[in-house]
Every structure is written in structure tokens, then in C-alpha cells.
């Protein structure tokens, strides 16, 4: 089985920073990409951001220039660095990962189980 773990969500105030990291575990063979989606109250889950295996990555325009995606492969983790959070960013913050285990051929997404991320004064 594959686990997806986040981490460093909670309450802000606006112009604050959070980092959420989410570290994945398993049967893991190989990671592909890895992402952030947020979901808010009656909205559609968006990305977020994402960043592949070699190290590219690609942010919803909403955040570029506030939110930095990374990640560190020894450690199967990825990282959300969220600076200058708006009220508007609040949301259910969720891990993706496209990973390839030795359970099933090619690759498979998983989820984390989503951590609550609010900004407000």
C-alpha cells in the first residue's frame, strides 16, 4: 500500500505564510509527478501546483509569485511554501502524487487525506 501524509495546514492571518509538506510511503518504486490541489467550500478542486521528477514545475496563475513548490526525492516529500496568503486561498489543501509501486504495472494517483488551510484575520 502507498500512503500519502500532509502536514502544516491551520489558521493565518492575511499577508502570513504557511508550508505544508506531504511525504508519501510504501511500496514505492518511482514517483512521477507531484501536486496541490485545494478545494474550498462549493467549489471544484483546482491545482494548485505541481512538480515533476526532473525537477519542472507548473502553478495555477492565482499563485504564482506567493506559492513555491518543491520537493526532495530521498525523502519522497513535496512542499508547498504559501507567503502573502489572501482570505480567497482558503481551502482543504490536498496531496497528489502519480507513483508507480511494485503492487500494480504503471502508474497510479494517490491522495492525501487533505489539510485545512485558513486565512483570516
Known amino acids: 500500500q502507498v500512503q500519502l501524509v500532509e502536514s502544516g495546514g491551520g489558521l493565518v492571518q492575511p499577508g502570513g505564510s504557511l508550508r505544508l509538506s506531504c511525504a508519501a510511503s510504501?511500496?514505492?518504486?518511482?514517483?512521477?509527478?507531484m501536486g496541490w490541489y485545494r478545494q474550498a467550500p462549493g467549489k471544484q478542486r483546482e491545482l494548485v501546483a505541481a512538480?515533476?521528477?526532473?525537477?519542472?514545475?507548473n502553478a495555477a496563475d492565482s499563485v504564482k509569485g506567493r506559492f513555491t513548490i518543491a520537493r526532495d526525492n530521498a525523502k519522497n516529500t513535496v512542499y508547498l511554501q504559501m507567503n502573502s496568503l489572501k482570505p480567497e486561498d482558503t481551502a482543504i489543501y490536498f496531496c497528489?502524487?502519480?507513483?508507480?509501486?511494485?503492487?500494480?504495472?504503471?502508474?497510479?494517483?494517490?491522495w492525501g487525506q487533505g489539510t485545512q488551510v485558513t486565512v483570516s484575520s
Open positions: 510504501g511500496s514505492i518504486l518511482m514517483i512521477y509527478t
Open positions: 512538480i515533476m521528477s526532473g525537477g519542472s514545475t
Open positions: 497528489n502524487a502519480k507513483i508507480v509501486t511494485s503492487l500494480r504495472p504503471g502508474s497510479t494517483d494517490y
